[in-house]
């Protein structure tokens, strides 16, 4: 064995594998969500981040970073933390798109949360897939895909909040119904009918 790998095993310096675990939310997390979507503090990003999307596909500047996702199966946004925000804002917000899409007739089909160490810094990766329900297009054999099934992932960086990817994946198939609009999914998760 080189002397290198014998001290970097000696020291412990020897490449983690990533971890990966299911997603729990603890009842102090669910509990300060509950009160934060009570006092309906989500309004301070629903709004922006949904016309910082519109803006951002339009090319004018807005206040938040927004990525479009648009690949031919796979459309969705790339909504970027800001520290105007707050890491717990960030993570309620996270919380939100879940419950709203959930909302909508999708199930939580997964919920992992990954971890993977790099040489200079460790990424922390909460990911969630939902997918639409079993159901037929009312008077056809198709399969109603709604949407396409919703990924959604929050990515941070040493614990510190860097992104969450909100998208769709769709299928094209003889066999699903032609997908909605991934914008109609943005609208009715950012935007339902809010109460003032």
Not at 64 to 93: C, M, T, W
Request: aromatic share 16%.
């Amino acid at each position: 064995m080189p002397f290198n790998d014998f001290f970097k095993r000696m020291l412990g310096f020897r490449k983690k594998l990533p971890t990966c675990s299911a997603l729990k939310r603890s009842p102090k997390f669910l509990a300060a969500y509950q009160r934060w979507v009570s006092k309906q503090v989500y309004l301070n990003w629903t709004g922006p981040f949904f016309r910082a999307y519109h803006y951002q596909k339009a090319g004018m500047p807005c206040n938040y970073r927004v990525q479009l996702l648009q690949e031919e199966h796979f459309k969705g946004a790339v909504f970027f933390y800001d520290p105007s925000i707050g890491p717990e804002n960030f993570s309620f917000f996270f919380e939100l798109l879940k419950e709203r899409v959930l909302q909508q007739g999708y199930t939580l089909h997964s919920g992992n949360k990954l971890q993977v160490r790099h040489e200079r810094y460790t990424e922390q990766i909460e990911k969630l897939l939902l997918t639409p329900p079993a159901s037929d297009v009312p008077g056809s054999s198709l399969c109603n895909q709604l949407f396409g099934n919703v990924i959604l992932d929050y990515i941070k960086v040493n614990k510190h909040p860097g992104f969450i990817r909100f998208a769709a994946n769709t299928y094209h198939d003889a066999h699903f119904s032609k997908p909605l609009p991934f914008e109609e999914l943005l609208e009715n998760t950012l935007q339902p009918e809010e109460k003032t």
